[in-house]
């Protein structure tokens, strides 16, 4: 008798909690389980793959919300496979191979700054900004402390948008970009509050490192560089291949048309166009027993350096060649050297 | 007193003058770590809510007719860890099929807060809690309308902490005080201004 009313009390004090908890899990397991079937959502595994190949950097370079969101959007919505700034040609060749298409190799663009001026010693002041240490803020201060009202302001919000470490500032407080770290993300571009930055294809060296639209004696009277883009001109038409354009007292260059020849840098009169490759092109030179004579490089020299009679061997004016490379590259036999 | 009335004082108590984490100190994890931006605060919030209003509603009902039904109400906590648990990951399932708009913004933070301790909170402090009578047990109604309360109580917390934290990201600050040391003395601060709300009596 006593046993019963011990193993009822032990029943109903250990047994009754089990039972209740335990079947409220294998409810609850059980409600789970069926609802993972019924309501299971098929998550295409090359979404995933994808995923996995990106940097992960969440940049926002592809114009997507995160890296997340391209995968999706490349599997689902028909999106490029090249748009990954940061990961480049490897990792569109990663997709690629996952969506199964062939990657349309990506042009390699690096971030330049279109202003000379922005440091401590080559801006000229309006006012002395104390404020917010932002480019954004002191922008709205009387239009900023600077005279030029499209110059840097100096205050790196570049620096602070850069996700790679890619932008340094030097002892003058003038930013420089370092292009092996840069991926050409975009988010400088986006942070400067003056649209100063702008993505230039790696492989052209040559910047009008201005973007005032002010006339001429206006730009040059509030630049603190001295190099202002004054829109004479005079670079638009020395371009051998009509690269630049002048709009608003501001020359731009056409970087699908650019052909890296920095004529434009050594005609600019106030020295607005920066030529990273000043004073280490190399020229042309013609070697006399491969060449046939078929004028093709004479023809397609934009400075007229290369003379010489048809069937007769050519020769180059080494004072005009600027170092295009144009010639190179069209000579049927080879002919052409950079020395 | 009308229902209304009632009603009106339960959300006053559950926004301001009990607000979970200002005054009862629950729910501080996502409220420092969720409040870095607007947009997401927003998302938590909404979030939030919504598992607190499903919460308290079958909470009541799991307290009501199996823990008070077997006596063993002292295995609350371990069967309302549970129930929040098993419910969140079945909303989740549901919305992920039916509203994947929903999910984009939502879904992410359902899982955060499948453990959060105002959800267990809510649940647990709804089953001994009295109206204003101070004699009449809370009904399911009563129930569910003071989780949802309390969830936008949070919401209100929360989206003020966000809204601070980033103007403070402007302001120029000390570099030991950046970050979270800034955020917990602003959470202190707003702690103080809530406690002002206690001397009211409704």
């Given at each position: 008798m006593l046993t019963i009313v011990i193993l009822q009390s032990t029943f109903s004090a250990i047994g009754i909690p089990v039972i209740v908890i335990g079947a409220l899990g294998l409810a609850f397991g059980l409600i789970l389980a069926f609802a993972a079937k019924v309501f299971e959502v098929k998550i295409d595994p090359r979404v995933e793959a994808i995923i996995s190949a990106l940097p992960g950097a969440n940049c926002g370079a592809c114009g997507l919300a995160g890296c997340a969101g391209y995968a999706d959007k490349i599997v689902h919505g028909g999106e490029a496979v090249n748009k990954c700034a940061p990961g480049g040609a490897a990792v569109a060749a990663t997709i690629a191979?996952?969506?199964?298409?062939?990657?349309?190799?990506?042009?390699?663009?690096?971030?330049?700054?279109?202003?000379?001026?922005?440091?401590?010693?080559?801006?000229?002041?309006?006012?002395?900004?104390?404020?917010?240490?932002?480019?954004?803020?002191?922008?709205?201060?009387?239009?900023?402390?600077?005279?030029?009202?499209?110059?840097?302001?100096?205050?790196?919000?570049?620096q602070a948008a850069c996700m790679f470490?890619?932008?340094?500032?030097?002892?003058?407080?003038?930013?420089?970009?370092?292009?092996?770290?840069?991926?050409?993300?975009?988010?400088?571009?986006?942070?400067?509050?003056?649209?100063?930055?702008?993505?230039?294809?790696?492989?052209?060296?040559?910047?009008?490192?201005?973007?005032?639209?002010?006339?001429?004696?206006?730009?040059?009277?509030?630049?603190g560089s001295t190099h202002p883009c004054i829109g004479c001109g005079i670079c638009s038409r020395k371009c051998p291949v009509q690269a630049i354009t002048v709009k608003d007292n501001l020359a731009r260059i056409d970087y699908d048309k650019c052909i890296n020849c920095g004529l434009c840098a050594t005609v600019c009169p106030t020295k607005a166009i920066q030529d990273l490759l000043a004073g280490c092109r190399k020229k042309a030179e013609i070697?006399?027993?491969?060449?046939?004579?078929?004028?093709i490089c004479a023809k397609v020299c934009p400075v007229t350096a290369i003379s010489g009679e048809l069937k007769q061997v050519h020769t180059v004016d080494k004072d005009t060649c600027i170092g295009c490379e144009q010639c190179v590259a069209k000579c049927p036999k080879k002919a052409i050297e950079m020395v | 007193m009308s229902y209304l009335a009632e009603l009106f004082v339960m959300a006053m108590t559950?926004?301001?003058?009990?607000?979970?984490?200002?005054?009862?100190?629950?729910?501080?994890?996502?409220?420092?770590?969720?409040?870095?931006?607007?947009?997401?605060?927003?998302?938590?919030?909404?979030?939030?809510?919504?598992?607190?209003?499903?919460?308290?509603?079958?909470?009541?009902?799991?307290?009501?007719?199996?823990?008070?039904?077997?006596?063993?109400?002292?295995?609350?906590?371990?069967?309302?860890?549970?129930?929040?648990?098993?419910?969140v990951q079945f909303v989740e399932m549901v919305i992920q099929k039916n509203a994947p708009a929903l999910y984009k913004s939502l879904g992410v933070y359902l899982p955060l807060i499948t453990t959060n301790c105002a959800v267990l909170g809510v649940a647990i402090l709804?089953?001994?809690?009295?109206?204003?009578d101070g004699v009449t047990p809370y009904n399911f109604l009563?129930?569910?309308?003071?989780?949802?309360?309390?969830?936008?109580?949070?919401?209100?917390?929360?989206?003020a902490m966000a809204g601070i934290r980033m103007r403070l990201e402007m302001v120029e600050l000390p570099r030991s005080m950046k970050g979270m040391p800034i955020a917990l003395i602003l959470a202190g601060i707003m702690a103080l201004a809530f406690y002002g709300f206690m001397g009211f009596k409704i």
């Open positions: 191979k996952i969506m199964g298409v062939s990657a349309e190799a990506m042009q390699q663009k690096v971030a330049v700054i279109h202003c000379s001026s922005g440091g401590k010693d080559n801006t000229r002041w309006k006012y002395h900004y104390d404020g917010v240490s932002s480019c954004k803020a002191a922008v709205n201060v009387a239009g900023g402390p600077n005279s030029c009202s499209w110059g840097c302001l100096g205050l790196n919000d570049c470490d890619a932008i340094s500032v030097d002892a003058n407080g003038m930013r420089v970009i370092d292009y092996e770290k840069c991926t050409a993300c975009g988010a400088c571009v986006r942070a400067c509050p003056r649209q100063l930055i702008m993505l230039i294809p790696i492989n052209r060296n040559v910047y009008i490192k201005c973007s005032s639209k002010e006339k001429g004696p206006d730009a040059k009277a509030v630049c070697n006399p027993e491969a060449c046939i004579g078929c004028t | 559950a926004i301001f003058i009990q607000n979970f984490v200002l005054s009862r100190f629950l729910g501080l994890c996502p409220y420092l770590g969720v409040s870095k931006k607007l947009d997401s605060a927003i998302g938590m919030g909404m979030a939030v809510i919504f598992v607190m209003t499903m919460a308290s509603a079958f909470t009541f009902l799991i307290n009501k007719y199996l823990l008070l039904r077997f006596d063993i109400v002292y295995l609350q906590t371990i069967a309302f860890i549970l129930t929040i648990a098993a419910l709804n089953t001994g809690a009295m109206r204003s009563d129930s569910v309308l003071n989780g949802f309360f309390s969830g936008v109580g949070f919401t209100v917390v929360l989206l």
